[in-house]
């Protein structure tokens, strides 16, 4: 490959003047960079979302030019339906946080097997999961699941509360019971087990990380958990 080309996925595209896209990548060794696809509208040259790619661009500027895109494998797209909304949230979190030009290879890679794993057959949750833990710790943002902030070894029968920027904390020593909104210490080390069998589980590694991630994404709602809505009233946003 030459310099300025890679594999990368595309997050994101929009129109950009007359026939042009404005294309979001997720490049393996550049990380997150935004190319003009000249004349994008009128051909493939811009590539698909979920479909790893080899691309190049050329530029001096901030805003790069597309001037390649190709299937980089023959890989088994995301299925419509929950899935495909469910990659659709993990792109838009690339988005939101992600700063551009900062490489994250092993995120990259994580990113992959997401993907990989939700056009497969398994249960998608736990994927999610992984990959927001996974997010947050390349991001600077992790914390540890076993013990409190304070280094203090989880007790199963605890609850636990959570500090934007510290990690797990005592919920003053109460132990779980009607109205709590603590997270139990054994859901807690379930997760840092990579254990995700139990629905409770599920529930309070989606409620953690969800307020996780708020203290980064911000006050502007995310448009994916909207769509998401639209699958029907039984469906729950992603995250």
Request: glycine share 12%; with cysteine; net charge positive.
């Amino acid at each position: 490959m030459s310099e300025n080309e890679e594999t990368a996925y595309v997050l994101h595209r929009r129109p950009y003047r007359e026939t042009s896209l404005l294309v979001d990548l997720f490049a393996r060794g550049a990380g997150r960079l935004r190319v003009v696809a000249r004349g994008g509208r009128r051909s493939r040259l811009a590539g698909q979302p979920f479909v790893p790619l080899v691309v190049a661009w050329s530029g001096r500027g901030d805003l790069k030019t597309l001037i390649r895109a190709e299937p980089a494998v023959e890989g088994t797209p995301v299925p419509p339906g929950r899935a495909l909304y469910l990659g659709l949230y993990v792109n838009e979190l690339l988005m939101r946080l992600l700063p551009e030009w900062d490489p994250h290879p092993a995120l990259y890679e994580g990113y992959g097997r997401l993907l990989r794993g939700l056009a497969g057959q398994g249960e998608p949750e736990p994927l999610l999961r992984r990959f927001e833990l996974q997010l947050l710790a390349e991001l600077g943002y992790g914390f540890a699941l076993d013990r409190t902030a304070d280094g203090v070894s989880l007790d199963a029968d605890d609850c636990y509360g959570f500090m934007p920027g510290s990690g797990l904390i005592p919920a003053s020593g109460a132990r779980r019971g009607p109205g709590s909104t603590g997270f139990r210490g054994c859901h807690l080390l379930a997760m840092a087990a990579d254990d995700y069998r139990d629905p409770d589980t599920r529930r309070c590694a989606k409620r953690l990380l969800r307020t996780a991630l708020a203290e980064h994404l911000g006050e502007r709602p995310l448009r994916s958990r909207e769509l998401f809505r639209r699958l029907g009233p039984a469906a729950e946003p992603p995250g």
